[in-house]
């Protein structure tokens, strides 16, 4: 079952790799958090509004932990509000891509079922469903990164439109630009950071039609990504065949066997498979 797994992961789960899309995985997210650490290490390490009250090592901890958790879990142990603009440019793209490493990878190395079984299906080089992995990644990657792209520039447009109007929403209009394009991109990368000192985001001050937006902008950010089909891993119909089949072939005696064998095999209880890799056929 080891070597089934290491060989074949993407037919047993839906996010077991192969080692090389471990590998760009591996590296995507590594220079993500690299290129944070660098631009908000170089620029906001020693700023004494932001990094206010904090002793050296707190200030190393705290640019880390900010770095590590802004693409995804949406925590934060500084004011963002204070936060220059090139670590919040930077924040709001890696809030743009969130699980998009995660998703292409899961939808690139897709291995669909044949009726044939697994040997029309992988009988192909490692080497060459790795240049279809990697061409499937970045066609991918595009639409990820591009989905729903009309329908965010209206809800953007409608947002600054209605937010320049709005009189509990005060301030100079450079900085309310940043907090809304950064609040966007919170939302559609189901982040939850905001550029707000209090307690709470920044679209409390919006009106009402200005929240509405943006609770359309989150509900598009999370459903982008998902399968155009049912994985092939999770296809209850493929898995109930093949188990179907395993088991037949498993418990039914050879005819070439002596009399010997076959009454301790008939003896001997069926082996009893709870799950078999969709994409395999055992055969007798």
Request: with cysteine.
């Amino acid at each position: 079952v080891l070597d089934l797994l290491l060989k074949y992961p993407r037919t047993c789960y839906s996010h077991l790799f192969p080692d090389y899309a471990t590998k760009w995985l591996g590296l995507a997210t590594v220079c993500l958090i690299g290129v944070q650490l660098l631009v908000f290490g170089t620029t906001s390490a020693n700023d004494e509004d932001l990094m206010q009250g904090t002793t050296t090592s707190e200030r190393v901890l705290a640019v880390a932990f900010q770095c590590i958790s802004s693409r995804t879990a949406g925590f934060t142990v500084l004011n963002l509000d204070l936060l220059p603009c090139a670590p919040a440019l930077v924040f709001m793209v890696c809030m743009w891509i969130s699980t998009c490493p995660v998703a292409v990878i899961v939808k690139s190395t897709v291995r669909q079922v044949h009726t044939k079984g697994g040997e029309e299906l992988y009988g192909a080089s490692t080497d060459t469903r790795h240049e279809e992995d990697a061409g499937a990644l970045r066609s991918q990657f595009s639409n990820f990164m591009s989905d729903n792209i009309t329908v965010l520039a209206v809800l953007l447009l409608v947002v600054l439109a209605v937010e320049d109007q709005n009189p509990q929403n005060p301030g100079d209009s450079g900085k309310r630009l940043m907090s809304i394009l950064f609040e966007f991109a919170s939302a559609y990368g189901t982040v939850g950071l905001s550029m707000c000192g209090a307690a709470w985001s920044v679209c409390k001050y919006w009106t009402r039609h200005s929240q509405a937006a943006l609770m359309l902008v989150m509900f598009l950010g999370r459903i982008r990504g998902l399968p155009a089909s049912i994985d092939p891993t999770v296809n209850i119909k493929s898995l109930e065949l093949r188990s179907r089949t395993i088991k037949k072939s498993v418990c039914e005696p050879t005819t070439n066997a002596t009399l010997a064998g076959r009454r301790r095999r008939n003896s001997e209880p069926c082996v009893k498979l709870g799950f078999v890799p969709a994409g395999f056929d055992l055969v007798p």
